[in-house]
């Protein structure tokens, strides 16, 4: 049975996942059981290393750290073999072997991985909120949306609003039914985040006549011609009695030719 305490310190500039993985792989290879972990993150300052090495100078550990910034990595290094204390660089390691692959000197930025995983959550956020103002389902919060995408049955809505969550925004969509009125609160919002879609009606026929063989809706009028003449005719003049919204045809276009026009319309830029 092994006696003598060992420690491991895990020093990181973020939240310490890193080195925790890192070295919870290799622990694996041992059967040392006397072991005790410390994590200590969002270190920043050489104040706070000089208390790490410190506490480290009675402990002796093996201190495997993160720590982007060059300057702060090479005095954690400098102060650990003044007082005898055992080192893993894990950044210095890895990144010196990048900079020579690129020929390029590394950012040496602290908080880039966690900035990564913001944009991840706030990706997980725009797709809640989209799922939540699918077709109709919902008016609230519409202030919130950054794209509001109107049209009629089968001219892509939802296959164009999750496309677009994927990429960060927040996208409502409301069905355009003859004789029906559409939500009052999407009157009361910034009509500059609307997207009217417009269609060819025999594309539309087409693609609701493929629609209705699946569903077995061979004496439906979902599929009639001459009612979806009267419905694009009806999404046509709501589109021209609403000048600020942005209308695109999507007729023959895919989901990604459609949402990168929706982008760069609204926001000046492309997907």
Same mark, same amino acid.
């Given at each position: 049975?092994?006696?003598?305490i060992?420690?491991?310190?895990?020093?990181?500039?973020?939240?310490?996942?890193? *080195?925790?993985?890192?070295?919870?792989?290799?622990?694996?290879?041992?059967?040392?059981?006397?072991?005790?972990? %410390?994590?200590?993150? =969002?270190? %920043?300052?050489?104040?706070?290393?000089?208390?790490?090495?410190? %506490?480290?100078?009675?402990?002796?550990? /093996?201190?495997?750290?993160?720590? +982007?910034?060059?300057?702060?990595?090479?005095?954690?290094?400098?102060?650990?073999? =003044?007082?005898?204390?055992?080192? #893993?660089?894990?950044?210095?390691?890895?990144?010196?072997k990048?900079?020579?692959f690129f020929?390029?000197e +590394?950012?040496?930025?602290?908080? /880039? #991985?966690?900035?990564?995983?913001?944009?991840?959550?706030?990706?997980?956020?725009?797709?809640?909120?989209?799922?939540?103002?699918?077709?109709?389902?919902?008016?609230?919060?519409?202030?919130?949306?950054?794209?509001?995408?109107?049209?009629? !049955?089968?001219?892509?809505?939802?296959?164009? !609003?999750?496309?677009? *969550?994927?990429?960060?925004?927040?996208? +409502?969509?409301?069905?355009?039914?003859?004789?029906?009125?559409?939500?009052?609160? /999407?009157?009361?919002?910034?009509q500059?985040?609307?997207?009217?879609?417009?269609?060819?009606?025999?594309?539309?026929?087409?693609?609701?006549?493929?629609?209705?063989?699946?569903?077995? @809706?061979?004496?439906? !009028?979902? +599929?009639s011609?001459?009612?979806?003449?009267?419905?694009?005719?009806?999404?046509?003049? /709501?589109?021209?009695?609403?000048?600020?919204? @942005?209308?695109?045809?999507?007729?023959?276009? !895919?989901? =990604?030719?459609?949402?990168?026009?929706?982008?760069?319309? #609204?926001?000046?830029?492309?997907?």
């Amino acid at each position: 049975m092994n006696k003598d305490i060992k420690y491991i310190y895990m020093v990181s500039d973020g939240t310490g996942e890193t *080195a925790s993985k890192i070295v919870r792989a290799f622990l694996v290879q041992f059967k040392y059981t006397n072991l005790v972990r %410390r994590k200590f993150i =969002e270190i %920043r300052s050489k104040e706070q290393i000089d208390k790490i090495i410190e %506490r480290a100078k009675q402990e002796k550990p /093996l201190m495997v750290y993160t720590i +982007a910034e060059r300057e702060l990595r090479e005095y954690t290094k400098k102060l650990s073999d =003044e007082n005898g204390i055992s080192t #893993l660089d894990i950044f210095g390691y890895y990144l010196g072997k990048f900079e020579d692959f690129f020929h390029e000197e +590394a950012m040496n930025e602290s908080g /880039l #991985l966690h900035k990564i995983s913001d944009k991840y959550f706030d990706k997980i956020k725009a797709i809640e909120y989209t799922v939540e103002h699918d077709d109709n389902r919902s008016s609230r919060r519409l202030d919130e949306a950054d794209i509001i995408l109107v049209g009629l !049955s089968r001219t892509s809505k939802t296959p164009l !609003s999750v496309y677009l *969550a994927q990429e960060g925004y927040k996208v +409502a969509n409301f069905a355009v039914v003859k004789g029906e009125k559409l939500p009052d609160a /999407l009157y009361k919002i910034d009509q500059g985040k609307i997207v009217g879609l417009k269609i060819d009606p025999m594309r539309l026929y087409e693609i609701r006549q493929e629609r209705a063989k699946k569903l077995h @809706l061979s004496n439906s !009028s979902y +599929a009639s011609l001459s009612k979806i003449y009267e419905e694009v005719e009806y999404a046509d003049s /709501l589109f021209r009695k609403n000048r600020k919204w @942005l209308v695109i045809d999507v007729t023959n276009r !895919s989901v =990604e030719e459609s949402a990168s026009e929706i982008v760069s319309k #609204l926001f000046s830029r492309k997907l």
